[in-house]
């Protein structure tokens, strides 16, 4: 268990830019994969995208709008977000789990996520 922490969720318009950051409150993330997920008002959680040490995946609805890096020296993962729309607006929260195959499930650690609120 690693305890998350995320940060930049704030109200923005449709086609701005803005990064949202997920650390480890003094733990360290470099043993972990690190997914981000988003949950809509009235719909379930979904994947938006994760990133391992060899590898990044990220779901069809932002792909080429949504980058996920890391931050070795600042212990974080960033998720920027680029030309959002409406539909993005959601609670994204950061997960972690031990190095997997699979990257869009599995996660045992989560963070409480900010919101991010989409106008048109």
């Known amino acids: 268990q690693v305890n998350l922490v995320e940060s930049g969720g704030r109200v923005v318009q449709a086609g701005d830019s803005l990064t949202l950051t997920c650390d480890a409150n003094?733990?360290?993330?470099?043993?972990?994969?690190i997914g981000w997920f988003r949950q809509a008002p009235g719909k379930d959680r979904e994947f938006v995208a994760a990133?391992?040490?060899?590898?990044?995946v990220d779901e069809d609805s932002v792909k080429g709008r949504f980058t996920l890096s890391r931050d070795n020296d600042k212990n974080a993962v960033h998720l920027q977000m680029n030309n959002v729309i409406p539909e993005d607006t959601a609670i994204y929260s950061c997960?972690?789990?031990?190095?997997?195959?699979?990257?869009?499930?599995?996660?045992?650690?989560w963070g409480q996520g900010p919101q991010v609120p989409v106008s048109s």
């Open positions: 990133i391992s040490w060899i590898t990044t």
């Open positions: 997960a972690a789990q031990p190095a997997s195959s699979d990257l869009r499930s599995g996660y045992g650690s």
């Open positions: 003094g733990d360290t993330l470099r043993r972990y994969s």
